[in-house]
Every structure is written in C-alpha cells, then in structure tokens.
C-alpha cells in the first residue's frame, strides 16, 4: 500500500449509521488535520434516515465517489453501530478493483470491508471508529501508533493473547465482529473461509447467542478449510447460569478441529485495540501468540 502522507485527501463518510452534526467527529477531524491530512466530506454525511446516515443508495454513493475520485488516498468511516449490510448490493465492486484504497473502520463497517476484500480483493484496516474513538479528549495512543505505522507503510507483528490450540498456520487475515460477519450468512459478499485466519470479536452479546453464531459459523462453506482462529475480546458479556461460559463456547467451536487457535486477543469493543489489515498475509504462531502480518 502506497504511504498516506500529509498533504493527502482522504474521505469522510458514513456508510452506516448517522452522526446528523459534525460535533459528533470534530474531534476527530482536528487530529487526522494534525497529521497533515486534508479532509473531504462526503455529500451524505450529515443525513439522517432513521438509525441510519441516509438511504441505502445515498451512503453506498458516497463510497462509490470515494473510490472515484483519484485525489482520494483513503476512506474514514465516521461511525459504525448499524446498516453496513444494506449498502452492499449497491457498491460499485468493479469501480474500487480498479481504484484501491484504504478504508478503516470498526465493528458494523466490517460488513463493506468483507464484501469489498470478497468482491474486489481490497485490503483495509478494521480497528478506527472516529466517532468512536475520540469520545474522550485523546486518541488511545495504541490505535495512533497502529495508525501513524500503517500510513507509513510499516510492516508490524503483533504479540497477543492467550494459547487455546498450539500450532502455526499462514493464511488471509480476516478481522469482524462476530454478529456483523453472521448477518452476512447466505450472501454473495459472505467470504471464502478457504484458508483464511479469522479473527473474532464482539460486544454486549448474550453468551448462548455467541454460541450459537459460532456454530453457525461451523456450518458455512468451506469452514473446514479455515486456517487459524483468534479470539479477541467479547466485551460486556452476558449469560444466564445454564449459558456456560465464553470459554465453552470457544471449546465447543474448536471441537473437530485442529486448527491453532488463541483468545483474549487485543482486538474489540474495548478503549485500546490494535488496527489491523483486513485482507492480508499472515502468519499465527499460536505457540507464541504472535501474530506476524506479512504485507498490506
């Protein structure tokens, strides 16, 4: 990936859900300026459509442009929360193959970073949320340094996490929530699981509901293939007595595998979390809980 610089344009949007004022991002907006970034504003930032920012085609046009306009060196998304699937049937695959770019995101924009990684072979960065992100004063300075890196074009290793299944694998890297990537289920913008490390998180989720989308996730095609797993951190948690616990869950999952495997892995709904390439090379060597990212 080409290094982002200061003196770049890069896109604001939000293809999910709505801000409706720039107070909610002006936080964030002030620091992408400090790193000498120049920001463009997509036409349909500030609508509101329910929980939405806009209609379908009005947030899926505004990713569109973005791919569009040569003078754009990256993509923000402004927040995540709901609405990534809707947009998918509407981005224009063909136009972001030809024109590739950065989009970083977080949580329910994985939706469009796993179409556009399965539809057009585009490597991006899950780990930013800009509304998300900067509800306090300052950037977590974890997230910046990943950030400040991955501009730079720097290759990192990332060391993390606990050993569920030893073992070392290479594979694709694909980072989601663990909800957004089930709703994708049965979808054409559902990824190949071949050879692919999955990396999963979530938050406020009940844990029998957890259970139940990894099991779900067993059943989809090309499962038996996958790579690695990685477990990241399922935050805010809930469960009754006779839900068992999240490590059930990830035994349960891991039962008929042998794929290496770890969990408490720094990636989720929590204040620090590294930023990672959607779409890359990796190797997990679940021995060292070391995750080594090859290129992006």
Do not use: W
């Amino acid at each position: 990936m080409p290094k982002i610089k200061a003196g770049d344009k890069i896109a604001i949007i939000a293809p999910c859900a709505q801000i409706g004022e720039m107070s909610k991002i002006e936080k964030a907006v002030t620091y992408l300026e400090s790193l000498g970034l120049v920001p463009v504003f997509g036409e349909n930032l500030l609508k509101v459509k329910r929980y939405m920012a806009g209609d379908d085609h009005e947030r899926a046009q505004d990713i569109n442009a973005a791919f569009a306009n040569p003078e754009i060196k990256a993509i923000f998304c402004a927040r995540a929360a709901a609405g990534g699937t809707r947009v998918l049937p509407y981005i224009d695959y063909k136009l972001a193959q030809n024109n590739k770019k950065p989009l970083f995101g977080f949580c329910d924009n994985a939706a469009i970073q796993l179409a556009l990684y399965q539809k057009s072979g585009l490597i991006s960065f899950n780990g930013l949320g800009l509304a998300y992100d900067f509800r306090t004063d300052e950037l977590d300075p974890q997230i910046d340094a990943d950030l400040q890196t991955i501009m730079n074009g720097e290759i990192y290793d990332i060391q993390s996490g606990e050993t569920l299944r030893h073992g070392v694998a290479a594979g694709v890297l694909l980072c989601t929530n663990l909800s957004v990537l089930m709703r994708m289920a049965g979808t054409p913008y559902f990824p190949d699981l071949s050879g692919k490390i999955l990396l999963l998180e979530d938050v406020h989720e009940k844990v029998y509901r957890i259970d139940l989308m990894l099991q779900q996730l067993k059943q989809q095609p090309h499962f038996d293939k996958l790579a690695g797993v990685i477990f990241g951190q399922f935050t805010d948690a809930e469960s009754d007595p006779e839900d068992g616990t999240i490590d059930d869950c990830f035994a349960d999952f891991l039962d008929g595998t042998s794929i290496p495997a770890l969990k408490n892995f720094n990636f989720g709904h929590t204040p620090s979390r590294r930023i990672l390439p959607l779409g890359a090379k990796v190797v997990l060597d679940a021995d060292k809980c070391l995750l080594q990212i090859l290129d992006y």
